[in-house]
């Protein structure tokens, strides 16, 4: 058997080498994709043709018919092969042809059904950027990167044409414009400040969205950059180690810290400490799904009656997710979105989408686990600047 290894930029041009040099009889044992230093990825095909079955099938197909016929005293009866009527050896002829025949119809039909499954690939990759043939260079351009950032098609196209339209041809002009039509339906809440009196900030949020980290975060930058006096407050007793987590933090950067175990001890706790500068409450996370544990959340919210509400939520999620966590919290009527996570999403197009539908002003983004670096005050601009970065052109 022959083998032979083919390198080439995509799986198209390998196949096509492959039947250069070996025929169409050839058949494709692997493929894999070859990372090379300064360049796009190059496809690596392996590939055999079998020799043998070539030359047997040639064999075959020029064996002459034989068409005499032996008398019969001359034939010698013995078990030998070689000795076999003449009707037996065309039987055997016959068998090897088949079985072939079948090896390589077999054969053929698996190169037939690699080659459905890489044409399937191609158009299955080219899918999402269907519409970019029609689009001159520099509007493509924006177009694919929105497309690549989660954008549904239609927003993608609706962003790249009112930009188009609203500019020139200049490949910054029309990452300007885009950038400036994507940032026009966000809200921006404003970032904590002392004021005169104490201000309630309570933390809402689903399960794992990054909440309890979140108030670690904004609590040492408050007591650090403001000398603010704050006090942290867990209603969450659901969640195993989650007042734990919060209370070692607090002992650490010196912050009070309580616990309340109902909506009436909350309640109360927001009565004693009306002299502090912040007082944060971590609520429970809950599912978004069940209504009662929404529910239960708001008893604490009409307990503590606080002047901020933020919605805490991870930016890694689906936008069907992202979408339908915004419409069930909205009974709680926070104030403002803190976006978490946002050095772990893959694209925030749907999320951005989603934020122009709801309405819901952005107040903080995260970006690690850094605590206190890693969170930012929001900036409309930050969010398109990572959908459309400038240094991208």
Do not use: W
């Not at 092969?81 to 065309?90: A, I, V």
């Not at 994507?182 to 809440?189: G, H, N, V």
């Not at 930058?221 to 704050?230: D, E, V």
């Not at 209504?291 to 708001?298: A, D, N, S, Y």
């Amino acid at each position: 058997m022959r083998m032979k290894k083919f390198i080439a930029p995509n799986i198209k041009e390998g196949i096509a080498q492959m039947r250069k040099e070996l025929g169409d009889d050839a058949v494709i044992l692997s493929t894999r994709n070859v990372k090379v230093d300064g360049s796009d990825d190059i496809i690596e095909i392996i590939a055999a043709l079998d020799e043998q079955l070539v030359s047997r099938a040639i064999e075959l197909h020029n064996e002459p018919t034989v068409t005499t016929k032996t008398p019969a005293k001359h034939q010698k009866q013995s078990p030998s092969k070689k000795n076999l009527p003449l009707s037996d050896k065309k039987s055997d002829s016959n068998i090897d042809s088949d079985s072939l025949n079948t090896t390589a119809a077999l054969l053929q039909l698996r190169n037939d059904i690699r080659q459905i499954k890489e044409n399937v690939s191609l158009l299955t990759d080219a899918l999402p950027y269907r519409y970019a043939a029609l689009l001159n260079d520099s509007a493509k351009y924006i177009y694919t990167l929105l497309r690549s950032s989660d954008f549904s098609d239609d927003e993608a196209l609706r962003i790249t044409g009112l930009a188009s339209a609203s500019t020139g041809n200049s490949s910054k002009d029309l990452l300007a414009a885009a950038i400036k039509i994507i940032t026009s339906d966000l809200k921006i809440f404003p970032a904590l400040e002392v004021r005169q009196t104490v201000t309630t900030v309570a933390f809402i949020g689903t399960t794992g969205g990054g909440k309890t980290t979140t108030i670690t975060k904004l609590a040492a930058i408050c007591k650090l950059l403001l000398k603010a006096n704050i006090l942290i407050v867990s209603a969450d007793t659901y969640k195993v180690g989650g007042a734990e987590q919060l209370q070692t933090f607090a002992s650490i950067a010196g912050i009070p810290f309580l616990t309340a175990y109902n909506s009436q001890e909350l309640r109360q706790i927001i009565k004693q400490e009306s002299k502090r500068d912040f007082i944060f409450i971590d609520t429970v996370g809950r599912s978004q799904q069940r209504r009662q544990h929404l529910l239960e959340i708001g008893a604490y919210l009409e307990a503590a009656t606080p002047d901020i509400t933020y919605l805490v939520q991870s930016a890694t999620v689906s936008e069907v997710s992202f979408a339908e966590v915004l419409s069930r919290f909205a009974i709680l009527e926070p104030s403002a979105l803190i976006l978490t996570k946002l050095d772990e999403t893959a694209g925030l197009g749907g999320i951005i989408s989603v934020l122009r539908r709801h309405k819901l002003p952005l107040a903080y983004f995260t970006t690690g686990q850094k605590i206190p670096d890693d969170i930012e005050t929001a900036r409309a601009e930050r969010l398109a600047e990572l959908v459309l970065p400038n240094e991208s052109l």
